[in-house]
């Protein structure tokens, strides 16, 4: 576990918080839990956009896997 996502995973333990992505303005992944996702675009995704313009929103997915904080993820909503 690198250094930036130790230190976001002990800031976040004891929340909700499993995964966190940073993005620049332009919808490149700077950051995320799962090194493989960074450089990333999401300039099309619509809730980058909404983002971009001052309206957060979320969306309850389901994913059968992910990397998170405490490693792989396993079937979660």
């Known amino acids: 576990m690198s250094g930036s996502v130790k230190t976001l ?3 976040t333990r004891g929340t909700s918080v499993i995964k966190i992505k940073i993005y620049t303005r332009n ?7 799962d090194p493989r996702q960074v450089g990333g675009s999401k300039i099309d995704n619509p809730g980058f956009q909404s ?3 001052g309206i957060a ?5 389901h994913r059968n ?3 998170a904080f ?3 993820l396993q079937d979660r909503t």
């Open 9 to 11: 995973g002990n800031m």
């Open 51 to 53: 983002a971009v313009n």
């Open 57 to 61: 929103i979320s969306e309850l997915t």
């Open 70 to 72: 405490d490693g792989t």
């Open 27 to 33: 919808g490149i992944s700077a950051f995320s839990t």
């Open 65 to 67: 896997q992910f990397d």
